[in-house]
């Protein structure tokens, strides 16, 4: 039973352009949604988050979308560039004595020239 | 600061044989994660501790996989004896709250 769902295994952009990642959960009681970004041979690195009272969080060129009466969640990076291809985890965090992160299976993002 | 460190970054076995992977988190994380990555899915919890006590272990096939945390610091999981499927990146992570997880550069465990 996946709590969340990452339906696009990979996405191709153009360099400039605005990639979009789209992710879906099931559990309405999740606190926080974050987004991970993971290059070959490393573990993930944190790239946003947003606190499911808040309908948007902005970081520079990243921005994460909530929207709970559809239990969706998108992160936009805009513009794409070279260095942002990498694959793209969305996970849900609820906040109990267990703290423990979900993940979706990730979204492999090619950024082309 | 330093990050969480794993080791080995590769490794070879074949089906039946043991194995164990090695962490050591940042300096003061309670909380110390592994987590199991196959290729083209996520990375799923196997157990979680807090200090050198287990917090979750739900997911975690005791069968063949053992955890433990000597003194809330390094960490080991070993898995014996291995099968096929147990390919995969293991992943190491730590944090002092859940929202700030820090992940190492996993273990890569091809069985064949």
């Known amino acids: 039973d996946q709590q969340v769902k990452q339906n696009s295994p990979s996405l191709s952009v153009q360099e400039g352009r605005i990639s979009i990642l789209n992710c879906d959960y099931t559990?309405?009681?999740?606190?926080?949604f974050l987004w991970y970004k993971k290059y070959p041979a490393e573990g993930p690195t944190f790239l946003i988050s947003?606190?499911?009272?808040?309908d948007k969080n902005e970081d520079g060129r990243f921005t994460v979308f909530l929207n709970k009466s559809a239990k969706h969640l998108s992160l936009h990076i805009v513009p794409s560039q070279p260095g942002d291809s990498a694959v793209y985890f969305c996970?849900?965090?609820?906040?109990?004595?267990?703290?423990?992160?979900?993940f979706g299976k990730g979204t492999r993002l090619h950024i082309l020239p | 600061e330093a990050g969480v460190a794993q080791s080995p970054r590769y490794k070879i076995i074949e089906k039946r044989q043991s194995v164990a992977f090695w962490c050591n988190p940042i300096?003061?994380?309670?909380?110390l994660y592994w987590y199991q990555q196959i290729l083209g899915q996520g990375p799923k919890l196997l157990i979680q501790?807090?200090?050198?006590?287990?917090?979750?272990d739900s997911q975690l096939p005791k069968d063949r996989f053992s955890a433990e945390r000597l003194k809330g610091v390094d960490s080991t999981l070993k898995i014996q004896p291995a099968k096929l499927e147990d390919s995969a990146v293991y992943l190491c992570?730590?944090?002092?709250?859940?929202?700030?997880?820090?992940f190492g550069s996993g273990t890569r465990l091809t069985v064949v």
């Open positions: 947003i606190s499911s009272i808040k």
């Open positions: 996970a849900a965090l609820k906040m109990n004595r267990d703290d423990k992160i979900i």
């Open positions: 559990n309405s009681m999740f606190d926080y």
């Open positions: 992570a730590s944090s002092s709250r859940a929202y700030g997880y820090t």
């Open positions: 501790f807090q200090n050198n006590g287990v917090v979750d």
């Open positions: 300096s003061g994380h309670a909380t």
